[in-house]
């Protein structure tokens, strides 16, 4: 396990990430997006699961206000937190965000990076960046749309609205909703879900679910051929005729 802002354990095919400032509610501050840049150029050359987790009973309360107002234009023209957010979408396994406590501002735009989103009672989830004079411009001000819709994402956005657990879980934007002791252990529940399934064929489909619209159905198609010659799918498949004989 490495220490610092983010710690690091891994474990075969999954990777445990806990943001750790809780003294400062997890902000996400410039060591902790280098950190975050590290994890991710981990993940890219050994692909696995990912599982992104608070400590101190806090996922992110957002970015590291004392550095935000010092930022300037140039400062966002960088995209300091909006290119380490989409690295973490495009990671090519999927991540699982687990929210306990606040994710608002920029932790509330790490977790919609994240392929799915289990939380706890204690979840709340917002964006008040226009309440301090700037926008969601690490990702919420399009992708929050893609997840729960037009109208709410401009409540969230433009109206300051904080989504409760029970709001999120039937929005889904959280897939599930646990107790807080139990919320590690649901994200290794899904880990070990994906993990049944066959690494590339997940790798795979989760680069042609993000392709753009007029990428399909060709990518579909080249992504299917580089399966079909595979000897996972030969296995599998073989497997699941053998278990169907056997049943009969």
Sequence with gaps: MSVG??????????VVLRLNRPGVRNAIDQEMVDALHDACALLER???VALLVGEGGVFAAGADIAQLRERRRDDALRGINSKIFDRVRRLPMPTVALLDGFALGGGAELAYACDFRIGTPAARIGNPETGLGILAAAGAAWRLAELVGEPVAKEVLLAGRVLDADEALALRLLSEVVAADQLVAAGHRLADRIAKQGPLAVRLTKAVFHAPRDAHPFVDDLAQAVLFETEDKHERMTAFLERRKEKR
Aim: glycine share 8%; hydrophobic share 30%.
């Design 5 to 14: 802002p983010l710690l690091v354990e891994e474990a075969g095919d999954r």
């Design 46 to 48: 050994e692909p696995r």
